[in-house]
């Protein structure tokens, strides 16, 4: 038994027949076809399958995508803007802040809400923050430092000029 | 890790959802911020035929005063209860206990009224809830009614909800005059672990700002329920608030408690973190309570 | 090497980094292919039972179900990473006869949806006679045990058609019921030395097993191609070796199989065996004639492929009075699980990183691997490196106490230097042990922290938490003998001056792909963004060892840096002929090429590459590779340690500062200062990553991590109870790499990636001793043990060392 349901995602929209079982996550990449957001535990322990919901970080394995419409859905692909990285993409790339790859996309999502709701987040905060995103490559040291080049107000400065 | 197929409802009002959940009974799941739910749904502990979506239903969410009280709807996001300022000002230790419940991603997503209904012992929201005397209410097939919230769990994972019962809301008088709470826990990991003790206190002090008015204390995760510790609370009744009622009382806690062994620790271990803890909490909760007057 | 560097040894961004902030990369799980089904595994939920009867038919009626297999299509099958003359393969890609583990592999269905494909399992019914079982590797031994492997494996192995010898098994030792494996390795005169030793100290050591947690889950695609060709996408870590396995057990060709390049989200051991449902992904494509999917569950993932062994270690040492080792008798025991996985080899192995690092002139090592019914135990980052040095530094810092003396000082009595001839004959070219021990004292203010002999702990006490020191060393090989047993690189160049590198490693997060195009670059005189790379598919590169046993700097990197001489030879020949001069007058620097001091004389490499193709039709394309363990043609014996193993040992020293709060027991690792031996750090900020990681992840194991069984069940399988570091965890790093150079390596390099892991267990379990004189000596340091210990303290905190 399927679902039409329709999804804003990255700005487009996504008219679906899905079955109301189905997550978020998998929608995303086995129906929509956005395979950047990945699942790692299936189960909301690893934060790899970040997204954000109107701007705010959630984990898509534990959502419904039928419970996920009439919002604005933002995944990794979303980011880039004409083919011209985010800047917090590109502070992970110049500070070396990532390794396999694999929980990079959701990190970097989570980075960017933080951010956002905080241009000048003190250390303790940006570790806070991403508790919920687990890394077993990097041990966080260039993850942190890739997020602390991008406060101060230089993640906004830098997408202003973007 | 499959989800095995249900059907989908997302009622509109409150009795639709109420005579939904009763019409299929224990074939039914609510679904609200499902961060309990669909752990459950993909562990295939839970293969209900039917699941019910209460995020549409209107009046659930929420925080606002009303008449000395703060009434929580059950949709209120825990991320809402940590930032809050109205919580964060009149119940720190609400706001404290949201902090550490999973990652920012899951606080967006769950619920107070999910935590309080998964009834884990180790709820993160229910001993704060419960050191403010939380009122809980329900809708059901024979309409509204409440309980304190001590009163809701029945079991690891059980509480007194009869068939059909959804919980609307909570309701917590605000604090009175020079009264301090706090809310600590232990566990391996600072955050994203599950606790292996927590505490919640809540101290009032008369008008000499020294003697001991009113007393809560309340254990999660050593006991099949968050437990009040009852005797420890009684010991603090009537005392001038020092560092020694505080250790004395920790000790009556952590008799009190009944803490088992599993994979997260040990019996002893957490029954030495209940005393611990309460101490500490206490410390931290008085010189709040100083300050409020 | 005076000539200065311009690419290799400097921090440039990584090549995959753009597809990976992306989200573009693409690992397995990402591979879509039309037609595709779902395969799901049906998994044994007994620790030993036996097999009376599967029943498939009500799956098989299923609508969407197009494909069911048991253990009797996969009965000719029996492989393992271990397939020795000693130590024949001793496992099935699904179940035979019996089940030795919960999680072992009983069938598989392939169906249209996942949710067919886990109804379709609910439907297969199995018959089980329920057997008693066995958990504990002692008991296990026991006569009356019950026997896990039944019959003794016969048949041939794969290393006797790689040309190891068919030498008898038999052992009087492997009578013993159970044992999986056995290594007994002797040198020197023991007993004598013990006899004239001032002191001597027996202990015991306990290691937890430990999970990967690679964040990326293992998963596999499969699609037989009607013509005859396996395509594969699997999460691996050696294209070449899968490759072979696969076609051993599928019979077919080698080339007829192909692996697909796929990024790899972590591997960290985890994800170099050939695990069964790979082969079950192959055989329901083959069976369906349809691509199949096989991604596993995080809980599949902790429970059956592979853990950190659990480790028994005893330890007598023998030291003289000023301090250096005399004489060991080291005696490990490990729990095996169901099957052999890598047991004996980690138990060679704990030998292995042993010798390279102190000096120990007379040694008895015994290892005993044993199986049981715990899920099985495999390589993981270091492999074996963590419980061994764990045990041998935490009583070095134990026999430093008891005979007065600083650790760090002891250490640097026996550490070994350069020059030194191993017991089995390698050689240490390179060894920069004394400089990463005392860098990392004298950076981590080792002596100030420590306190002099004779002070208070309790000097160092803020409330309930007190800061202690400890110090640990360790050693990785740098590649060791193991299928394809070579290297091999191609350098293209192009008209427009660029190159092309097509290798067959895996980039799994180790930064490969950037560290080998920069040998490239470096060696061509052209910058990093000149280079492509083509890597991880067996079709279109040439073999490579893989990305385990650490030798992707050294031995990868080596051929490549080969290949790109012969490209660069091949062009400067070209370039000679058009810019009038001899080869040995051009330089290339900046991609022209130029007759030396002439720069009125130059062109560009694309300009030679052209007029090569004009003149000749060559395009310019060189080639290289290399051998491990150049000049030697025996394999080292696992069971008794003799024969070479490796060209160069990476070294790490690490001084681990800890805060310990007394009243919970808790442990925070609060700084770490790591000195490591890599040689010429190719890319500095990826060696730094790759210690950070490692670090973590030692970090971890001291502190938290634990696969908790009962009754051979995994009781959390998920990363809410089994706890890895998180961001809050990390610590403040310090260190870098002392100045070395290794001959054997692409412009002196190394192994860095796995060796540091080990070093961060003791060093952390000497701060929490140093901090408040409690010894935790069963890994991990929970706080639950250290309270306890805490409490059994008779005495007040203890007096310094």
Known sequence: MKLLISLKVNGQTHDLAIAPHHTLLGVLREEVGLTGTKRGCDDGDCGTCTVLIDGNPITSCMLLAVDAQEKEITTIEGLAVNGQLHPVQQAFIDHGGLQCGFCTPGVILTAKYLLEQDPAPTDEQIRLGLAGNLCRCTGYVLILEAISASRDGKMQKAEATR | ?293 | MTTELKVVGKSLPRVDAYAKVTGQAEFTMDVNLPGMLYGKILRSPHPHARIKNIDTSEAEKLNGVLGVITGKDTKDMRYAFVDTPRYPADQYPLAQDKVRYIGDEVAAVAAVNPETAQAALDLIKVEYEILPAVFDPYEAMKPDAPTIHDAEIQGDSIWEEWGAEKTKKSDANEKVNNVSGRTVITYGDPDKAFAESHHIREDRFETAATAHCALEPHAAVAHYDPAGQMHLWLSGMGIYYKRYVLSKVLEMPTSQVRLHKVYIGGAFGGKMDVYPYEICAALLSKKTGRPVKIELTRGEVFTTTRLRFPTYIDIKTGVSKDGKILSQHIRTVVNNGGYRGTGPVVIYLFHGWTAPVYRVKNMRYEGISVWTNIPVGGPQRGHGAPQIRFAIDSQLDMIAEDIGMDPAEMMLKNVRKIGETLPNGDVLNSCGLIDCVTQAVELSDWKEKRGAPGSDRTERKNGSIVRGVGISTTTMISGAPYYPFASAGIVKLHDDGAATLISGVVEMGQGAETTLSQIVAEELGISLDDVRIVAGDTEQSPIDMGSFLSGGATVTGAAIRLAAADAKRQLLEVASERLDAMVEELDISDGIVCVRDRPDRCMSIGDVVNYSVKKTGDPIIGHGSRKILSGTSRYPSLAKGTGRWTDAYGFNAQVAEVEVDTETGQVKLVRATTFHDCGTPLNPQIVAGQVHGCVSTGQGQALMEEIVYDDGRVLNPTFQDYRLPITLDTPETAGTEVESFEPAGPFGAKEVGEGVVAQTLAAIANAVYDAVGVRITTLPITPQKVLAALENQKKPPKNNK
Do not use: W
């Open chain 2, 1 to 293: 890790m499959t989800i095995y197929p249900f059907e989908y409802f997302e009622p509109k009002e409150l009795e639709e959802a109420s005579s939904a959940f009763f019409e299929h009974g224990s074939e039914a799941a609510i679904l609200a911020g499902g961060t309990d739910l669909l752990n459950m749904l993909k562990a295939n502990i839970l293969k209900p035929k039917v699941v019910i979506n209460i995020k549409g239903v209107p009046g659930l969410s929420g925080i606002e005063e009303i008449d000395g009280e703060l009434q929580l709807g059950t949709l209120t996001s825990i991320h809402d209860l940590e930032t809050s300022k109205i919580i964060q000002e009149n119940f720190p230790a609400l706001s404290e206990a949201a902090s550490f419940l999973g990652s920012i991603q899951i606080r967006f997503l769950a619920t107070v009224g999910g935590n309080i209904c998964r009834a884990a012992p180790s709820a993160e929201t229910a001993p704060p809830l419960m050191a403010y005397d939380a009122q809980v209410y329900m809708y059901g097939p024979n309409g509204e009614r409440s309980l304190p919230l001590k009163e809701f769990f029945s079991g690891p994972g059980q509480t007194v909800l009869a068939e059909g019962e959804i919980l609307t809301k909570f309701k917590l008088p605000i604090p009175a005059l020079r009264s301090g709470s706090a809310y600590l826990r232990h566990s391996i990991r600072q955050l994203m672990d599950l606790a292996i003790v927590n505490v919640a206190v809540s101290l009032t002090l008369d008008e000499d700002s020294e003697t001991i008015k009113e007393a809560r204390i309340v254990l999660g995760a050593v006991a099949p329920t968050p437990m009040h510790a009852s005797a420890a609370e009684k010991e603090l009744i009537g005392k001038p608030a020092t560092l020694e009622i505080f250790e004395k009382a920790a000790q009556t806690a952590a008799q009190e408690s009944k803490p088992i062994s599993d994979v997260r620790s040990t019996q002893d271990y957490r029954r030495a973190m209940v005393q611990l803890f309460t101490r500490r909490a206490l410390e931290k909760a008085l010189p709040r309570a100083a300050q409020k007057n």
